[in-house]
């Protein structure tokens, strides 16, 4: 059996076992990560936040950006050999790509409108307040009718898991071809009506590198909700905001200025869940989760290894990160992330206006990265711009 393959058997067997893997525990167990370091610069004593920042911005300056990318090649052929597809493989109609496949295990089963309109969307949860998802279209046949739009699914879905913001990362058309329906109403007070739901939209809200949508969802009132087991606080009107960040290139990266964007969408929709879709809902989809599983990490002092995030986000969502440049623009994005924070001024910096909460340092020293950390991670993205084919 080739090395990749073992690997991959290997931990679809330890997944298989005990769930969804964290990072293994053994690297928890590091000297740098578990007891307090000392700040060179100063002698005080920070935490392990600082320790895993440090850690972190100085693995990844060892391997520069071509290693970083050299890395991926092996990440690139993970594929979590204990999953199963079946829903997938029965409702292609309802998937917009056939070699996307959607795994059961995480798999969001609808339940409004269930009995008429089934239970399959293409979704996975990944995060306990994160759903990915693929773009929603108008059923390629189009004598099935209204109750057959998987835009009629994503709404019963939203409705469902009570989410209260949906954050879409493409274009309704990018380089000639369709990537997304527009699946809202566009203009303020527009009603869209479905078999289940209405959805009206509230109003917009225009920013600098993204705009939101407010809108309000319901119950039709001719739908009968208890017959799908839906009632009380189910029911009741939901508003929700549509974020759209449209400056990502479909299997590629934003440009360098957009680095901190992600952050900021983060820190606005944490607190409630969160539905992410881009085309297929792997690429960027993917990149972004990454990004905050990541931080996750970081704010709580554990090992942060992007190829063991990929893995673990691979096994609930398939193909999760398609690309290379996706995979070192993730690294880009902590290691700005990180210097910012360790030098206690992330919520100053005009870059990011919004600070994300898991972010804000609780005291002036406790933030504070070694000079080395520092200097790991200023080189790394000095590397980065050097190789600017890559970005």
Not at 219 to 240: I, M, Q, W
Not at 253 to 280: E, F, M, N, W, Y
Request: with cysteine; glycine share 6%; aromatic share 8%.
């Amino acid at each position: 059996m080739q090395a990749a393959s073992l690997a991959t058997w290997l931990w679809g067997s330890i997944r298989g076992t005990q769930g969804p893997v964290d990072t293994p525990a053994a690297k928890f167990a590091s000297p740098l990560n578990s007891s307090p370091i000392v700040n060179r610069d100063n002698g005080a004593c920070s935490d392990r936040r600082i320790a895993s920042m440090a850690r972190f911005l100085e693995s990844v300056e060892k391997k520069g950006p071509v290693g970083v990318l050299r890395e991926f090649k092996k990440v690139d052929r993970f594929f979590d050999t204990t999953a199963s597809h079946r829903a997938f493989n029965a409702n292609m109609a309802k998937n917009r790509y056939s070699d996307v496949p959607c795994v059961d295990d995480s798999r969001i089963r609808l339940r409004l409108g269930a009995t008429q309109h089934g239970d399959y969307i293409h979704a996975n949860r990944v995060l306990p307040p994160f759903i990915c998802t693929q773009e929603w279209m108008i059923d390629r046949n189009l004598s099935l009718g209204p109750t057959q739009h998987t835009v009629h699914d994503f709404w019963r879905m939203v409705f469902q898991e009570r989410a209260s913001s949906i954050v879409m990362l493409c274009r309704p058309v990018e380089e000639g071809k369709s990537k997304c329906t527009i699946y809202w109403p566009e203009n303020v007070g527009e009603v869209c009506r479905l078999p289940t739901l209405t959805v009206t939209n509230e109003g917009k809200d225009a920013e600098d590198e993204f705009n939101t949508i407010t809108f309000r969802v319901e119950l039709n009132p001719k739908y009968d909700a208890a017959s799908d087991c839906f009632g009380g606080e189910e029911c009741r009107p939901l508003t929700v905001k549509l974020l759209r960040w449209i400056e990502w290139p479909d299997r590629s990266i934003p440009d360098q200025k957009s680095c901190l964007v992600p952050l900021r969408i983060l820190d606005r929709v944490r607190g409630g869940t969160t539905i992410v879709h881009c085309s297929a809902g792997i690429g960027r989809t993917g990149s972004l989760i990454a990004i905050e599983m990541a931080m996750q990490r970081l704010k709580t002092g554990r090992y942060v290894a992007i190829d063991d995030i990929v893995r673990e986000l691979r096994c609930l969502r398939s193909h999760a990160i398609q690309t290379d440049t996706q995979y070192l623009y993730i690294h880009k994005v902590l290691v700005e992330a990180a210097l910012q924070l360790g030098a206690g001024n992330l919520s100053k910096s005009p870059r990011i206006r919004a600070s994300p909460a898991c972010m804000v340092p609780p005291s002036k020293d406790s933030l504070t990265l070694p000079s080395s950390a520092r200097n790991a991670g200023n080189s790394f993205l000095k590397k980065c711009k050097s190789k600017s084919e890559l970005f």
